[in-house]
T-cell receptor, first 111, second 116 residues
Framework: DQQVKQNSPSLSVQEGRISILNCDYT??????FLWYKKYPAEGPTFLIS?????DKNEDGRFTVFLNKSAKHLSLHIVPSQPGDSAVYFC??????????FGAGTRLTVKP | DTGVSQDPRHKITKRGQNVTFRCDPI?????LYWYRQTLGQGPEFLTY????????KSRLLSDRFSAERPKGSFSTLEIQRTEQGDSAMYLC??????????????FGSGTRLTVV
């Protein structure tokens, strides 16, 4: 069952512009949401997270927004840099349980 | 600490053979997870340990799969009688207790299994 969905398999943006990656979930028990970044031949790397008690969390160029009523979260990267080119996974977990991942979105930032 | 280590990085095996992968987590992390990732998909949960106790197993983990974590340190994942459908990247991750961290997992680089 696909509890976490990333409907855009790929996204291409120009360097310096905003990248917006989207994620939808179906399980209302999820209370923690995370974004991971993955380069080829490496494991996913934790990027940023947000608890369900918040609607926004910011860390430098990265901001995650959570809309619980819509069961939707998004990752904004501003400004986008070529080094941000990678596959981004959205993940979610319910209390003390394992994480469920989306299928990923491949971001390409063009110089 | 060099992070989460997985061995081997690549494994090619003939169908029907048994394979075993090893994961060494970050030493102070008491939780260890195994995930499987196939092309175009996100990581799929297989099983996790808190210390030496295996607390949850996915339905994806058929009876040909077994995982252990003796003494709560490293972990092994064994696949018996491998099938071509087992070909995937097997990822290990570790974390400290959730309340102590931002709950991010640290992943290893994975073991890529190819069953021919």
């Amino acid at each position: 069952d696909q509890q976490v969905k990333q409907n855009s398999p790929s996204l291409s943006v120009q360097e310096g512009r905003i990248s917006i990656l989207n994620c939808d979930y179906t399980n209302s028990m999820f209370d923690y949401f995370l974004w991971y970044k993955k380069y080829p031949a490496e494991g996913p790397t934790f990027l940023i997270s947000i608890s369900s008690i918040k609607d926004k969390n910011e860390d430098g160029r990265f901001t995650v927004f959570l809309n619980k009523s819509a069961k939707h979260l998004s990752l904004h990267i501003v400004p986008s840099q070529p080094g941000d080119s990678a596959v981004y996974f959205c993940a979610a977990s319910a209390s003390n349980n394992d994480m469920r991942f989306g299928a990923g979105t491949r971001l390409t930032v063009k110089p | 600490d060099t992070g989460v280590s997985q061995d081997p990085r690549h494994k090619i095996t003939k169908r029907g053979q048994n394979v075993t992968f090893r994961c060494d987590p970050i030493s102070e992390h008491n939780r260890l997870y195994w995930y499987r990732q196939t092309l175009g998909q996100g990581p799929e949960f297989l099983t996790y340990f808190q210390n030496e106790a295996q607390l949850e197993k996915s339905r994806l983990l058929s009876d040909r799969f077994s995982a252990e974590r003796p003494k709560g340190s490293f972990s092994t994942l064994e696949i018996q009688r491998t099938e071509q459908g087992d070909s995937a990247m097997y990822l290990c991750a570790s974390s400290a207790n959730r309340v102590e961290t931002n709950y991010g997992y640290t992943f290893g680089s994975g073991t890529r299994l190819t069953v021919v």
